[in-house]
T-cell receptor, first 112, second 116 residues
Framework: QKEVEQNSGPLSVPEGAIASLNCTYSDRGSQSFFWYRQYSGKSPELIMSIYSNGDKEDGRFTAQLNKASQYVSLLIRDSQPSDSATYLCAASRDFGNEKLTFGTGTRLTIIP | DAGVIQSPRHEVTEMGQEVTLRCKPISGHNSLFWYRQTMMRGLELLIYFNNNVPIDDSGMPEDRFSAKMPNASFSTLKIQPSEPRDSAVYFC??????????????FGPGTRLTVL
């Protein structure tokens, strides 16, 4: 079992709809969680981080964390074609983001 | 400002050859990370440095892999001898301050390595 699990997709969502990306982790000692976006052929870029149970909103993005269920999610509202990418979930045992364990990513396609 | 710089961008080599990947972190960043990405295993942390000192190399797959950071502006990842299963995209990333929850790792463009 991988430490961080994601559905590989592809996940197809109509433009303007809400895209929901899910991630589970096995290490109960994980303290901080991150969502990275990776366009095809490009490098990952950080879009959200979350440390406490509950929701964290940043523009069209909302990260949700439930430590009891060991579950992290990312919601993208009003999805745009430019959101089409692979989304990587990562977890760390530290509150700093130095030693990250990544999932294999979910490929998201927004359909115009 | 220049981001993280990696070279070469693409490398094709034959099994048994030595491969050296290079990275220049963002100026002023104190932490540097080497990752490997494959379809099967995803993005894996190989090793990271803080202030040029290796902090954790537990992700280095085997003795064929070695990494150095002789100064704050340069790091290398060497594979000797290379094997076909080493084929992957290798990313270098840097961050300003290790351990800061508000810090961000900035990734370079990656080196796509193919070992024939």
């Amino acid at each position: 079992q991988k430490e961080v699990e994601q559905n590989s997709g592809p996940l197809s969502v109509p433009e303007g709809a809400i895209a929901s990306l899910n991630c589970t982790y096995s290490d109960r000692g994980s303290q901080s969680f991150f969502w990275y976006r990776q366009y095809s052929g490009k490098s990952p870029e950080l879009i959200m981080s979350i440390y406490s149970n509950g929701d964290k909103e940043d523009g069209r993005f909302t990260a949700q964390l439930n430590k009891a269920s060991q579950y992290v999610s990312l919601l993208i509202r009003d999805s745009q074609p430019s959101d089409s990418a692979t989304y990587l979930c990562a977890a760390s045992r530290d509150f700093g983001n130095e030693k990250l364990t990544f999932g294999t990513g979910t490929r998201l396609t927004i359909i115009p | 400002d220049a981001g993280v710089i990696q070279s070469p961008r693409h490398e094709v080599t034959e099994m048994g050859q030595e491969v050296t990947l290079r990275c220049k972190p963002i100026s002023g960043h104190n932490s540097l990370f080497w990752y490997r990405q494959t379809m099967m295993r995803g993005l894996e942390l190989l090793i990271y440095f803080n202030n040029n000192v290796p902090i954790d190399d537990s992700g280095m797959p085997e003795d064929r892999f070695s990494a150095k950071m002789p100064n704050a502006s340069f790091s290398t990842l060497k594979i000797q001898p290379s094997e076909p299963r080493d084929s992957a995209v290798y990313f270098c990333a840097s961050s300003l301050q290790m351990g800061s929850p508000t810090d961000t790792q900035y990734f370079g463009p990656g080196t796509r390595l193919t070992v024939l």
